[in-house]
T-cell receptor, first 115, second 112 residues
Framework: DAGVIQSPRHEVTEMGQEVTLRCKPI?????LFWYRQTMMRGLELLIY????????DSGMPEDRFSAKMPNASFSTLKIQPSEPRDSAVYFC?????????????FGEGSRLTVL | QKEVEQDPGPLSVPEGAIVSLNCTYS??????FMWYRQYSRKGPELLMY????GNKEDGRFTAQVDKSSKYISLFIRDSQPSDSATYLC????????????FGKGTRLHILP
């Protein structure tokens, strides 16, 4: 398997623009997670899905952030409008059978810079 | 107090030395303890996994959990330059909302 695939790898945009990050989980995995990583706050869980259904979105910082999982092989994280403080590396991860006790498989991340 | 505390480093040690990385936590409900390794510009990958208290060894790596002190450690023996990475501790509590909580990570440099 190719692993978790994220796109784009790098995104530079201006404040106020819409940003869409994409993720393809490992085939057969039923959990999908979106994390954000910054030097100041470390790796923070934004939202996770089980069988395409959002289970916990308490980590989503504001209404400007939204995430969808229309099918088992695709998820998006959207920021609209983007702000400089959204600059971070966004990781998608997937796992099989559990959200808290199994191995998370991470993608290589999407590095977002908002000017 | 944050749920998981981890010294960000950086920690620089000579090749061949024993490395000790540590985390403390505040939530006594945590039962599953993990160490992830993250190379520069890559996603984290699972290195070690321990349930409840005790030690677990895998090659040059040993993970220790002391639940009475709410303290976990990762030891690396005979450290190699290829061990240079950021090490993140992580933990979760079964029966709670099952989220994995990560420490901020410790940057480790092994000097050849």
């Amino acid at each position: 398997d190719a692993g978790v695939i994220q796109s784009p790898r790098h995104e530079v945009t201006e404040m106020g623009q819409e940003v869409t990050l994409r993720c393809k989980p490992i085939s057969g995995h039923d959990y999908l997670f979106w994390y954000r990583q910054t030097m100041m706050r470390g790796l923070e869980l934004l939202i996770y899905f089980n069988n395409n259904v959002p289970i916990d979105d308490s980590g989503m910082p504001e209404d400007r952030f939204s995430a969808k999982m229309p099918n088992a092989s695709f998820s998006t994280l959207k920021i609209q409008p983007s702000e400089p403080r959204d600059s971070a590396v966004y990781f998608c991860a997937s796992s099989f059978g559990t959200s808290g006790t199994g191995e998370l498989f991470f993608g290589e991340g999407s590095r977002l810079t908002v000017l | 107090q944050k749920e998981v505390e981890q010294d960000p480093g950086p920690l620089s040690v000579p090749e061949g030395a024993i490395v000790s990385l540590n985390c403390t936590y505040s939530n006594s409900a945590f039962q599953y303890f993990m160490w992830y390794r993250q190379y520069s510009r890559k996603g984290p990958e699972l290195l070690m996994y321990t349930y409840s208290s005790g030690n677990k060894e895998d090659g040059r790596f040993t993970a220790q959990v002391d639940k009475s002190s709410k303290y976990i450690s990762l030891f690396i023996r005979d450290s190699q330059p290829s061990d240079s990475a950021t090490y993140l501790c992580a933990m979760s509590a079964v029966g709670r909302d099952d989220k994995i909580i990560f420490g901020k990570g410790t940057r480790l440099h092994i000097l050849p």
